[in-house]
């Protein structure tokens, strides 16, 4: 088994410089004894000495700050797993959390989703935008598609849509878990200016939203039971689970599990009904 080697930053570095092309950065310069860039030329596209980034390479010069590091991964254009791996052999630690916006899944994780119906399935961006979901949730909980992008966000649906306060059991309690959940998990993500500016918005529309905002409550809620009252099929109950998507440290995808086979059959039968309408309003004349 081969020994680990006595500089892994290093290791990585070089090993990452040596795979960019320098064509690709006008770079060319005719025929060059190694392959990749040199490590001047990384230190220029970083911003930093060379003579410090060769330190780096070399295992010399103590710990690089996060800002070096930052920097580095820009020069060096690494992916985002590429990036939080070179912070854990720099500082012991992954990166702190970037938040980015999502405007969709890939078709392979939309996939995943709709082959768990009749289980009702979404995927949720740190600030609670609902940004993919299964033919199941657009029946059971909300038709997200009628909807423009930005009103697919989960809180201010909570507080601004009287159909999905009225399908809550008990709305305070569950409005009360879901912003303490949120709290937590956008300020985990680095969310805080999106955080700032719906939290804002919510807390001048919505009383309720204010105060719980203002009890500074926080939780976890990676999963529980949902108890729904459906204006077609009446009380359901479900067991919710929620889960990181890999890559995307952004996004969660919730899946809402009915109970009883007899509530799986209901969800079937809502499906089974909205396809049914979707069809008639296709044929109906203009």
């Known amino acids: 088994m081969p020994a680990e080697p006595a500089n892994p930053l290093g290791t990585f570095l070089r090993d990452r410089r040596t795979r960019l092309d ?3 950065f006008g770079l060319g310069g005719g025929r060059r004894r190694t392959p990749g860039l040199r490590r001047e030329e990384v230190a220029q596209r970083a911003n930093i000495s060379p003579t410090w980034y060769t ?3 070399q295992g010399r010069g ?3 700050s996060a800002d070096v590091l930052n920097r580095i991964a820009a020069g060096l254009m690494l992916t985002e797993p590429e990036r939080e791996h070179l912070f854990i052999l720099g500082l012991g630690r992954p990166p702190e959390a970037r938040y980015r916006g999502a405007e969709g899944v890939t078709p392979r994780l939309q996939r995943v ?5 009749p289980s009702p399935a ?3 961006t740190a600030i609670w935008d609902v940004v993919a979901w299964n033919e199941a949730a657009a029946a059971l909980l909300t038709d997200y598609a009628r909807l423009p992008p930005d009103r697919r966000n989960i809180l201010r649906m909570m507080f601004s849509d009287a159909r999905v306060q009225a399908a809550q059991e008990d709305w305070l309690n569950v409005a ?3 912003v303490a959940s949120f709290r937590a998990e956008a300020m985990r993500a680095g969310a805080g200016a999106e955080i700032a500016q719906l939290v804002d ?3 001048h529309t919505s009383p309720h939203f204010a105060a719980l905002w203002r009890a500074n409550d926080v939780v976890g809620h990676a999963e529980g039971v949902k108890r729904l009252r459906h204006p077609e099929i009446g009380p359901i109950e479900l067991e919710f689970s929620i889960f990181a998507v890999d890559g995307r440290p952004d996004l969660g995808m919730i899946v809402y599990n009915p109970i009883s086979s007899e509530g799986a059959d209901r969800i079937r039968s809502l499906m089974a009904a909205r396809s049914e309408r979707r069809r008639a309003e296709l044929h109906s004349p203009a």
């Open 22 to 24: 320098p064509a690709a």
């Open 113 to 117: 989703l709709d082959a768990l119906s």
């Open 55 to 57: 330190w780096l390479e």
């Open 62 to 64: 103590g710990a690089p």
């Open 201 to 203: 918005e919510l807390s």
């Open 176 to 178: 009360r878990s879901v």
């Open 122 to 124: 979404l995927v949720k």
